[in-house]
Each structure stands twice: as C-alpha cells, then as structure tokens.
C-alpha cells in the first residue's frame, strides 16, 4: 500500500513511516528540513524508491504546492491508500492565560488544524484512486472537550478539536474514505518530554494496528492508539 506521511523527520511521524517500510508499504513523506532528518536518510539508503521525501511546511501553501507538483513529478500520477496527517506542535504549554500570546494561539491552529485540512485538500485525488483509502489524523486527547478537567493549553487544544471537527465533517461527506482520529498516547518524543511513558515504536504499531483493523464502521470516530473509543 501507499502511504503519505506529514512530520516524518521525527518523533510519532518517523517511527510510523518506519513501521509502514518494515511492513512492505511504500512511504511519501513530507518533512519541514529534509537535511535534518538523519534518520529518514538512513531509511532511504535502505528502503530506496520504497521512500519518497519531499520537503513541505504544511502551514505554507506554497511550499505544499510545491512538494505536491514534485511528487506528481517524480511518482506519476500516483494512488495513496493512507494519508496520515501527523505533523504538529505544541506552543503554548507552559503559558497562564493571561499572558498567552496570540501568535501561539493562531500558529497552533495554522499547523494543527488548517495544515491538516490543506495537505487532504492537495492529495483527495491520489486517495480517491484507492479502492480502500484511509484518512489518518493524529489528534490529542487534549482536544477532548469532554476530557477537560485540567484547562491551560489554549491553542493546543482548540486546534486539535478544530481538527477532530474538521475529520468528522470530512468522513461525512466522504463515506468511501475512512476517517479516523487517533490519539497516539503520551509519547517520549521532543513534544510528549522525557517523562513520557510511551516509546514512539509502542505508540506507532498500537497507531497502525488501529489503521488496518479500521471499517467502513469506525469512520469519523476518536480513538486512542490502542483502540479504545475517546469522547469528543
Ligand atoms: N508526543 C505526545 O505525547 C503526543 C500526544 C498526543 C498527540 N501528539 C501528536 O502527535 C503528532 C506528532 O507529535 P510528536 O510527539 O512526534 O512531536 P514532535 O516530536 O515535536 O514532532 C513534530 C513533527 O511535526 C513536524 N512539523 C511541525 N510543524 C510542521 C510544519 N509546519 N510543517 C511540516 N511539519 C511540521 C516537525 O517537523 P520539524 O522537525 O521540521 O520541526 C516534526 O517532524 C502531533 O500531531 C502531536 O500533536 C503527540
């Protein structure tokens, strides 16, 4: 199968495009800085034209039109079965309300959830050629409203629900592409902290077993990485 994978340089989105190359899948991956991702270019040597990297900031139309009309390029006129958007940030995690600047509450939407709803926009084509296509969104529990209890985090949170809204609306008008928000858990990558009890290859092969088990009947639902059904 093809997948398409945003923010794969490092943290979750590395681990899952090294978990889709070890299970036979071909990866396009969309990274920020191409020449940091040592790991990725590691990965190619070993996995070849299974591995495509294309250089892309999600939140820049340009540069996706860009690392769009470069992957047509090289790939043809290509199918994806799976479009995971993983790329993400945290800005805000340590500011009190009322010195929270706004730059951080816009850019955590910009990436979070417009970035999301651009690079879907961009590659619908490729997925609608897939008999059996899968939208992926890597959300946060954070973005549970009803999971609220601790407050804070305003721009990441209301960017993650923006983007569970924005899934849910998307698996409505798309009933042959399955849709799911997956919270990957809390994982020791450079966003989740050292504290993190998860290791990104744990939250990646609970990620993708959720993927491939994933029904017509799971669309457009909230789940956690190791299955389990999350309130809005
Ligand atoms: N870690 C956790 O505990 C946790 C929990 C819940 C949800 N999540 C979600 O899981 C996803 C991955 O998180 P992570 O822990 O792997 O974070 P991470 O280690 O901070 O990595 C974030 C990735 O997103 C990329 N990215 C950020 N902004 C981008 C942009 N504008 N364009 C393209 N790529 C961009 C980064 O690229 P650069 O290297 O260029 O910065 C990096 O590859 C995020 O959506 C996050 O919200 C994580």
Redesign the pocket.
Known sequence: MNYLI?????????ELTLFALENGHSVIT????PN??RSLAQAKKEYGDKLSVFK?????PESLAQAHSQAHELLGDFTLDVLI??????LDDEERFDQLPLEKVINSLH??AV?PVSVTQAFLPNLNKSASAKLVN?????GSIADNASGGYYG?RMS?AALNMFAKSFAVDHPKIITLLI???????????AQ?P?L?RESARGVFKVISEATKNETGRFFDYKGKELPW
Not at 30 to 33: C, K, M, N, S
Not at 56 to 60: G, L, N, Y
Not at 183 to 193: I, L, N, Q, S, Y
């Open positions: 945003t923010g794969a340089g490092r943290g979750i989105g590395l969309l990274v920020r800085e940091n991702a892309c900031d999600i939140a820049d958007n993983n790329a993400g940030v945290l990436v979070n970035g890597i959300t946060s529990q954070m990441y993650k919270h990957p858990g809390w994982v020791r990558t450079d966003m989740g902290g993190a998860l990104p």
